[in-house]
């Protein structure tokens, strides 16, 4: 056990110098470590929302308006189905969670009861699990179908909108340039989002707030908007109106020229004519085929650029705008045309998210229990130090090296990860600084008995460390496997402390097994002594 080969040596001495030049950032500031060369480690510590302030946002997907979307689309797809079988068909309504349709001859009942009957797809895995079905169908005998969205049905619908808004939120916000925010879902229907070091709550509030669905629509000229206010609007037309203050009223065609879903890009900039804020996009080619279609049939017309219901602008189609790209100008600020092209980038929510809570952390809180976390660290350190030099003598200065290095690989290894460190993570690597010396305990007190049985000192610590090697490695394992089930059943602050136990729990073993080992086969190898002083 005292033996070493070279490779082994170089091995456990280059773990120890990687892991303390990745620690040694820490210590420095940001703008000094700007000024290091690129081949020396630069990243740091990333700190929680507990820690350095920051934003959080519990959110709740609609989900009143993703079975509105559903039945819309339901409704739509009869109608769709119903046309291409040649089936006649009237009073096709929707309401609730139910459309119905009535069947003109009842001949063709049958037969449209086995064209509706695609519309309804199992519910669970894409292997068809969990038993129910999206659509419960029924006919009541005299042509009349119904067609009712199931609670399963609608609960996958919510559990997928959840799923995709954790996505695009993701992609907002990664996109403000902040680091290790934290977005996970809470429940069927709830995700929690924090934002560390984000000191504009409110602007976070409202990217991530905002559906973002952006379509191209042609402005509707078949009667002026004022009679079609005072009346009734065609019926493939609505009326929608601009964010101007006071909103001006467009009559809008219900049917899309393009939609967002075909951008690809969008980026800020200003208008070379006015030097106005505006977002330039560029379609995909399938949307950039149909926009060039649409302006080559309609030069001279105007079209709205919308935006979650509001007309951002409606301007005239000059010439055909074949190139699949384009600009929107709605007097924008330099901001709101940033944020508009982060959303445009992301893509559009699933369904509105409503904000069930919002805190904000300041980061008086967090330097407070920064400086607790010190005092407790240097304070449960001293007293190892003491402790392992008061009852081992030199093996306690062996074991005291070890655990500084311990600490230093800790760090560095959380620094390389990016981990983010929290509370909890400080309360972790507390509790390893603890438990870091009882490796060496149990070695030592294995040499201990073995020196008072009689055995030479190098045949007792090559025995004391053979012997407690099985211990050591038990206790390890049941605790990793306790930290292992934390990280995957726990969320936030308990992974945090999950992560920083299982990287002290590998450290630790490391340092004890091996770097002490090192440390005290090099002592006898240099002095040879006759008892070993414990």
């Keep these: 056990m005292l033996h070493f080969s070279r490779w082994n040596v170089l091995f456990i001495l280059g773990v120890c110098l990687v892991g303390i030049l990745a620690c040694i950032p820490n210590f420095f500031s940001k703008e000094q470590l700007a000024a290091w060369p690129d081949w020396i480690p630069h990243r740091q510590l990333v700190l929680g929302l507990d820690l350095q302030g920051g934003s959080h946002i519990l959110l709740a997907v609609d989900a009143e308006a993703v079975v509105a979307d559903r039945l819309n689309a339901l409704r739509d797809d009869v109608r769709q189905t119903l046309r291409d079988r040649r089936i006649g068909y009237t009073g096709l309504t929707g309401q609730g969670r ?21 519309l309804s797809e199992p519910v669970g895995s894409v292997l068809g699990g969990g038993g129910g079905r999206t659509v419960d169908i029924a006919s009541d005998g ?30 907002r916000i990664d996109e403000l340039g902040t680091t290790e925010p934290t977005i996970q879902r809470q429940g069927p229907d709830r995700i929690l989002v924090q934002v560390p070091g984000l000191d504009d709550p409110s602007r976070l509030k409202a990217l991530i707030g905002q559906t973002a669905q952006l379509t191209f629509r042609l402005v509707d000229l078949s009667m002026p908007v004022a009679e079609a206010l005072n009346g009734r609007p065609p019926p493939d037309s609505e009326i929608l109106y601009s964010r101007d203050d006071p909103p001006v009223p467009y009559l809008i065609e219900r049917r899309v020229m393009v939609s967002g879903e075909d951008l690809v890009d969008a980026q800020p900039g200003f208008d070379q004519r006015t030097n106005e804020p505006i977002v330039s996009f560029r379609f995909n080619t399938n949307g950039g085929r149909r926009f060039a279609a649409a302006t080559q049939q309609n030069v001279g017309r105007p079209f709205a650029i919308i935006l979650d219901g509001e007309v951002i602008s409606a301007p005239v189609i000059r010439e055909p705008i074949l190139g699949g790209s384009g600009q929107i100008s709605g007097n ?4 709101e045309a940033n944020d508009l092209a982060i959303l445009l980038r992301a893509g559009a929510l699933p369904a509105p998210l409503t904000i069930l809570e919002e805190r904000t952390v300041g980061p008086g809180l967090g330097a407070d229990s920064i400086a607790a976390g010190q005092i407790a660290a240097i304070i449960g350190t001293l007293a190892v130090v003491v402790f392992m030099l008061w009852v081992y003598g030199l093996l306690g200065l062996f074991a005291d090296i070890a655990l500084a290095v311990n600490i230093a690989l800790i760090i560095g290894v959380l620094s390389m990860l990016g981990a983010t460190l929290t509370l909890p993570g400080i309360a972790g690597i507390v509790l390893t600084i603890g438990m870091a010396v009882d490796a060496n305990v149990l070695i030592y007190e294995r040499i201990r008995e073995e020196q008072k049985a009689g055995k030479s000192a ?11 090697l099985g211990t050591i490695m038990d206790a390890n394992i049941t605790t990793l496997i306790a930290a292992v089930i934390l990280f995957y059943l726990g969320s936030g602050p308990i992974r945090g402390f999950a992560v920083t136990l299982a990287i002290g729990i590998v450290t630790t073993v490391f340092t004890a097994f091996l770097f002490n080992r090192l440390i005290v086969a090099e002592w006898v190898r240099l002095r040879r002594p006759s008892v070993v002083p414990i």
């Design 98 to 118: 139910t459309v119905q349709v009535r069947i003109r001859e009842p001949g063709q009942v049958e037969e449209a009861l086995r064209a509706l009957r695609s």
């Design 142 to 171: 005299d042509g009349l179908i119904t067609l009712t969205l199931t609670e399963e049905g609608i609960n996958q619908r919510i559990s997928s909108a959840v799923s995709q808004s954790i996505e695009i939120v993701r992609r």
């Design 332 to 335: 924008f600020t330099v901001e």
């Design 458 to 468: 190098i045949a007792s610590i090559d025995s004391g460390y053979r012997r407690a």
